[in-house]
């Protein structure tokens, strides 16, 4: 699953929307997961903080 991850000015997922979809299940997981995530700022030519959107794989492996 691929999910668009939308971040504020202090690297906190502010929200994301399912970019490729595998099933509603592994969609869903991905969106709740993706909330969970924590990055660094990303930092604009004027060398302040600035809100960005980035892609994101969520891989799932299936055991036994």
């Known amino acids: 699953v691929v999910v668009m991850i939308h971040l504020g000015v202090d690297g906190l997922v502010s929200s994301s929307d399912i970019v ?20 660094s700022p990303a930092i604009g030519l004027n060398g302040k903080p600035v809100p960005v959107r980035m892609p994101q794989e969520v891989r799932f492996r299936l055991t036994d």
Do not use: G
Request: proline fraction near 5%.
């Open 20 to 39: 490729r979809p595998a099933s509603a299940a592994f969609d869903e997981a991905s969106k709740k997961v993706s909330a969970l995530m924590r990055f």
